[in-house]
Each structure stands twice: as C-alpha cells, then as structure tokens.
C-alpha cells in the first residue's frame, strides 16, 4: 500500500516552488493548459499554482510513506485513549454529584435493586455475585472525604489522557514523550495489580500500554535510542522529494564537471598521435636500405648469384634424374 498516496487522499497534496533555478526546473512541469508542481508528499504533479514558495531551506518537512502509517497508528492509541478520558470523567462527575445528594441516590439503590434483580433474574443473570453491585455497595459506604479525593483522582487521570490524546493525535514530539512518561509510570501499578489477580481487561490495557511505550522508544527514537532526534529528522530529510530533487542537482552538477576533464586530460600531441597495435609497438624498427631490400624465397635464398657472362657447372648443377622404367604387363 501506497501511505502517502493515502496521506495526500484524505489530507490533499503539498505543492512547494523553490526560488532556486535548478531545484523550481526540477519541481516544475510545464502542460498544455498551464503548470503543475511536485506534490512533497506523493511525488505527483498536481495542476496549478504551488501552495507556497520560497528559499529550499523554508520548505516544509512533510511525513511519507512510513510516517503517514505511524500517524495513523498514533491516532488509533489517541482514540483509546480519548476513551478512557470521557469513561474516568463520567465516574468523577457522578462521584461529585453522589457527594451532594448521598441520601437521595441511597434511597433510589435501595428502591430499584429489588426491581433489576428480579428482572435480571428472570433472565438468567444472577447480580448478587456480581463485582459492579458490590462495588456500588462499597461506594455507598465511604465517607464524603473519600468521595471527593476519589473524584478528583478519577478527573486527574481523565486530563491526563486527554493530555496524552491530544499530543499523539497531532504527532507532536512532546506528545510523544508525555504519552510515554505518563504510560511507564502505571505499568508497575498494572503489573502489581496482574500479580494479585488476573483478568482479561487488565490484560488487554496492560498489552495496549507496553505496546505503545515500546512503539514510541523504538520507532520515533526518544531519549536517544538508536539516534535519537537528530537521526529521526535526518532520515525525515533523506526521504523527502525535495532532499532528491537535491541530490539528483548536485549529482547533474557533478557529472558536467567531470566530463570536460576526461576530454581535455591528455596533450595536443598525444590526442592526435594514432594509436599502434601490440605487434607493431613490439616490432623493432629497421633501417631505410633494410626496408627498402625486397623479400626472397628460400629456393632463391639458397641459391648463388651468377654474374650473366658466366656459364654454368655442370658438376655444380646435376642433371635432374631420370624417371623409373614402367613395368610391362
């Protein structure tokens, strides 16, 4: 899956034009019916004027692929924990209230308990035994002071998650490192509490808290692990559209100084002298009477020069000899 072609389908698409001549020629696409602009997110043209311009280093850092994954993935642990805010805060709100009006809720638990227990009864559901009624029961028997403290322990905690849902669902650095701080604290009262009784819901919000510290540390890099900051905004620049504009300018750059170079590195004289084979490099060179000596057959070689008066020898030159007889039938 394509996340920054999802990131630019539901946030739009990001067009800058650089004042720089070679990076705005590399950003830029001329069409039949006007210009389109690099999209820093996608990498498409997108027609139109660019949404903003200015000098490269004014650009803004805009999240691909991986990080547009990882937003999404910061706003699903936002949204829960968005849930367990308004959840603490309708407890505080309804420990406030009960503080107030103690005797009147007193009397409705006591009038409608018989009626849903009958009524639940009859359904199969058997109340008495369960941990909600008994923790009404519990509720109903503490002292005003520890409704109070009970309430703004349960709001204290719903403005932390919002504080942490806040900061995860905009993916800002310090709601990264707040969410983290604030989940590590309550892993060891989660871990005590496991030891002392097991559930399935403590279970599940334990395994989505060491999920989310863990994914925090190692993936946006806090306090330091594998980087820290400077590493994660370092390869935020390396994957960006107009870090590769960049490069492909300055590797273009490289590339026509070097070619004048190769062609003008040798002398004059050396570029116009021709090239000689192996054989002819490795034969040695002969004198103008040697070269000029025509070649001789070996039959000629061997044979003596005869001034023309002379005449031949008889003794020196044989008579060729004479064939075999044939042999008659």
């Known amino acids: 899956m394509d ?20 990076l705005r020629a590399r950003l830029h696409a001329q069409l039949a019916d006007g210009e389109a602009w690099c999209c820093l997110r996608c990498g498409a043209f997108v027609p139109g004027p660019p949404d ?74 058997n ?3 369960s941990k909600f009624v008994g923790l009404l029961h519990h509720a109903l028997t503490l002292s005003n002071g520890s409704l109070t403290l009970l309430a703004a322990g349960a709001a204290g ?13 905009l993916a800002r650095r310090w709601g990264e490192y707040f969410a983290m701080v604030a989940t590590s604290l309550g892993l060891p009262l989660e871990i005590y509490d496991l030891t002392r009784h097991v559930s399935a819901t403590a279970l599940v919000l334990f395994a989505i808290n060491l999920a989310l510290v863990l994914y925090l540390v190692i993936t946006k890099r806090l306090f330091g692990i594998r980087g820290g900051k400077r590493a994660y905004d370092a390869r935020l620049r390396s994957e960006s559209v107009l870090e590769a504009a960049r490069r492909e ?50 039959d000629s070689a061997a044979a003596p020069r005869q001034s023309p008066g002379q005449t031949p020898d008889p003794a020196a030159d044989p008579a060729p000899a004479a064939p075999p007889a044939r042999r008659r039938a």
């Open 3 to 22: 996340w920054s072609l999802f990131g630019c389908g539901r946030a739009g698409h990001i067009t800058f034009a650089p004042v720089e001549p070679e």
């Open 52 to 125: 903003q311009s200015g000098p490269a280093a004014s650009a803004p850092v805009v999240p691909r692929g991986r990080e547009v994954r990882s937003k999404l993935i910061l706003r699903l642990f936002a949204l829960e924990r968005f849930l367990r805010a308004i959840i603490f805060g309708v407890a505080a709100f309804g420990l406030w209230r009960y503080r107030y009006s103690r005797n009147a809720v007193e009397q409705a638990f006591d009038r409608e308990l018989p009626i849903v227990r009958d009524l639940l009864r009859q359904l199969g559901f």
């Open 127 to 129: 109340i008495d035994h």
């Open 157 to 169: 905690y719903a403005v932390i998650e919002v504080v942490e849902g806040t900061g995860l669902w």
């Open 249 to 298: 300018v300055s590797r273009a750059a490289g590339d026509a100084a070097v070619a004048p170079a190769a062609l003008g590195g040798g002398s004059p004289d050396s570029a116009a002298a021709p090239r000689q084979s192996p054989d002819s490099a490795a034969a040695p060179r002969q004198s103008p009477d040697s070269a000029a000596a025509p070649r001789q057959s070996p």
